[in-house]
């Protein structure tokens, strides 16, 4: 599929709208979802990481 | 009495040892997925001819039929293992069936907005009332409803089992659904609007499809056990492994 | 069972009797949405007429809903629920029995008033038999459906918003086979092929949905 140039190859033969809004979209998507995993991560982490300090002060004024 | 220890994938049913092969696997997935999605939109921009009918706009289709597939095929394989964590009692099968959720409902979505952007042109209206974005918008709903449902009760196993009547009742559902919807929409506006039969299928157009929808799915394991990881961790908190795991990453 | 299932059947009806008020209500909501839709959009007799089965059978179906509040969550708050779930009873046919007369006091009546609201709507005469052939065979599928998403949200917060998001896509079938039996009929065309579909999905989930509800009910109550 040869486009010619690049303003052909963004125009889409005039459906360039639909046809990149519909790609760009998958891709925010898909890479809002990663990003997503990546902060539930490290929430995930911060946040046990204070439990397990937390628990461990606990165990030591306990003892 | 010795007895020689054989390899049983059965090892990889409890969340610890799951844990670390999800971490080592993922990466290869995301690779595949990449590298997969790259020869797809390759083939979908540089190989595939231009549609006499449609013009360019029917080049959406490459990511609209994979995301739709990719929609169904995760809801069944979410129902398959709440089916096996209800039956079998076994948190890791519930853990992974609550991890593909918004994956698929995000590929649900997707499905929805590109067959959106792919009516306009095609037939005028932002939304058209076909058999197969009306099954995919039941769908979302399905997949909202489990996850609704999940969030909603704070018993953990009660959370899974019931998710996992949920999702079965869904999974037998969704044939009965689809043929409704179907026999519903040619009956009112007959075979002329169908995404299913638009364009007639040339081989570069399938070939196209089933890479893209090979690389949705090997993103789906990669973004699944990314996830199911993070709820392991969240739902195991009170073992010494997932303690010592912390302690590690500090 | 038997006796069990009469059991069940005859303490429902003895309790709904006492509050009437319940089963007037839903009915008084299927009248009143029913009426919303021409008020919305306007009195044109042939307009009204196309949009009438999908209208009835959208108010039916969600009547019947709003009515699934009352199918378990007072057994489970006096602890009747907790009883039959420990009695020797199998607990199928204690479902069954519960669901059979949430379909008597909510189901029913909407069947015997939906031709008067036909009439509201100008159905012809063999449009409005065929309503209530398909309410009659339609709204038990649907107190079947709706036991199961009432006994997965058994005592959960915000419950009557999440039984909706759970039933409503479900109950999407048997919506496209009641109003378009309806349809059919109005158009000319027969209605027995929507009519035996909907018989089949009746079928199917008496076959299925009383073991999902007992099975949910179990998870529920653990």
Not at chain 2, 41 to 57: C, H, K, R
Not at chain 2, 90 to 101: D, K, Q
Not at chain 3, 125 to 136: F, H, K, N
């Amino acid at each position: 599929m040869n486009w010619g140039s690049w303003q052909n190859f963004l125009a889409m033969g005039g459906y360039g709208l639909y046809v990149w809004g519909s790609y760009v979209v998958t891709l925010v998507v898909l890479v809002a979802e990663i990003v997503a995993l990546v902060m539930r991560r490290r929430g995930v982490i911060e946040r046990l990481a204070k439990y397990y300090a937390a628990r461990r002060r606990d165990h030591e004024t306990e003892a | 009495m010795s007895k020689s220890r054989k390899f049983s994938w059965y090892y990889f049913s409890s969340p610890q040892s799951f844990y670390p092969l999800a971490g080592t696997l993922q990466p290869w997935f995301a690779a595949l997925a990449v590298l997969l999605c790259a020869v797809g939109l390759y083939i979908s921009f540089f190989v595939a001819p231009t549609d006499a009918q449609q013009g360019e706009s029917y080049r959406i289709i490459f990511i609209h039929v994979p995301a739709a597939w990719m929609s169904m095929f995760l809801y069944l394989v979410m129902g398959f293992w709440s089916g096996v964590g209800l039956v079998l009692n076994t948190r890791l099968s519930s853990m992974v069936a609550t991890a593909l959720a918004p994956t698929g409902a995000l590929f649900t979505f997707i499905a929805l907005w590109t067959g959106a952007l792919w009516g306009k042109p095609t037939w005028g209206t932002w939304w058209v009332w076909d058999a197969r974005l009306t099954s995919e918008l039941i769908l979302l709903f399905l997949y909202i409803g489990f996850m609704a449902l999940q969030a909603a009760i704070d018993d953990q196993r009660r959370a899974d089992k019931a998710g996992a009547v949920l999702a079965l009742v869904g999974v037998i559902n969704i044939p009965i659904i689809y043929f409704s919807v179907k026999w519903w929409s040619t009956l009112h506006q007959g075979a002329s609007v169908s995404m299913t039969g638009a364009p007639t299928m040339a081989k570069t157009m399938l070939l196209g499809m089933l890479i893209m929808a090979l690389g949705f799915w090997m993103y789906s394991i990669a973004a699944t056990l990314a996830r199911v990881r993070c709820v392991i961790l969240e739902r195991e908190r009170q073992t010494d492994w997932v303690a010592a795991e912390i302690g590690g990453q500090k | 069972m038997i006796r069990a299932l009469g059991w069940v059947l005859r303490r429902d009806l003895l309790l709904a009797f006492r509050r009437r008020g319940d089963v007037v209500n839903a009915l008084v909501f299927f009248v009143i949405v029913v009426s919303l839709f021409p008020l919305g959009v306007g009195p044109e007799a042939s307009q009204l007429r196309n949009m009438a089965p999908g209208v009835l059978w959208v108010a039916a179906l969600l009547a019947c809903m709003l009515s699934l509040a009352r199918l378990f969550a007072p057994d489970h708050q006096d602890g009747t629920l907790e009883q039959m779930l420990l009695a020797g009873e199998p607990l199928v046919v204690l479902v069954a029995g519960k669901v059979i007369s949430h379909w008597l006091m909510s189901g029913l009546p909407l069947v015997l008033m939906a031709p008067l609201l036909g009439l509201q709507f100008d159905l012809p005469g063999d449009a409005l038999a065929v309503l209530c052939v398909s309410l009659l065979i339609g709204t038990p599928v649907l107190s079947l459906i709706g036991a199961v998403g009432a006994a997965l949200t058994l005592g959960v917060r915000g419950s009557g918003v999440l039984v909706a998001l759970l039933v409503l896509p479900l109950y999407v079938p048997v919506l496209i086979f009641g109003a378009g039996a309806v349809g059919a009929v109005a158009a000319g065309t027969g209605a027995e092929a929507h009519l035996l579909l909907l018989g089949g999905f009746l079928a199917l989930s008496v076959v299925l949905a009383p073991w999902a509800c007992a099975a949910a009910l179990r998870i529920a109550m653990e």
